[in-house]
């Protein structure tokens, strides 16, 4: 038991320190910045498609960009209007949308950076970390982006909003799935990336036995 403890105490404080790194870093405004950007560009015509009964653009707020500010407008009411101001002669059409924001860090970052850690951690080669953190980014990413989906079509759903009037049933369901989405599921989703990844048997002894710092 001994021989188990002082490894993973060991493991256990290098995590710290190298997830407690990664998180100052994403906090300089600039490195913030770039992060937002990079999730947000792909994700507004992902989000677009998915959502086709809405016009959306996602924006960068606050002081870290931690933000993701999601604007949209109903197209059906966008072209009523556009019709109406063709049949007037008005040149200038006020499209009248709103908006929500979706804490960034909470919905992506942090749990990128749990999973960036444990892979550097990881007892396998840097070609096989590499591939990992790639491949695990990527499917960590359509997870954050099917729970955002699942967020803005609950919010659509919203009679002041009133963009998609789902079916009630269906709308339920969306509701259960999207509230099991808690912070425990989310780390659970990493946890199993990472361990479809990168442990195979041979890692799991390297990772108990020299407390998982081979090859770091």
Known sequence: MKVF???????????????GILTGISMVPAVGEFCNRIYRKPTEPI???????????????GDYYEILRIEFASKAQVQEQM????????????????????????????????????????????????????????????????KLYLVELIFFNEPQIAIYQTNSILLSIVKGIRYCMT????????????????LKKDNWKALVGRGG???F
């Open 213 to 215: 710092m081979t090859n």
């Open 183 to 198: 912070l425990s599921i989310n780390v659970l989703v990493i946890l199993v990336i990472w361990a479809a990844l990168v």
């Open 47 to 61: 989000l677009a498609a998915m959502l086709q009964k809405a016009y959306i653009q996602i924006k960068a707020d």
């Open 5 to 19: 403890i002082g490894p993973a105490l060991k493991y256990f404080a290098l995590f710290l320190l190298i997830y």
């Open 83 to 146: 019709a109406t101001a063709k049949r007037t002669g008005n040149a200038m059409v006020t499209i009248t949308g709103t908006q929500n924001e979706v804490n960034f860090q909470n919905l992506f970052t942090g749990f990128f950076l749990f999973l960036v850690t444990l892979v550097l951690l990881s007892p396998v080669g840097w070609k096989q970390k590499v591939k990992s953190l790639v491949i695990g980014t990527i499917l960590y990413y359509l997870f954050t982006v099917f």
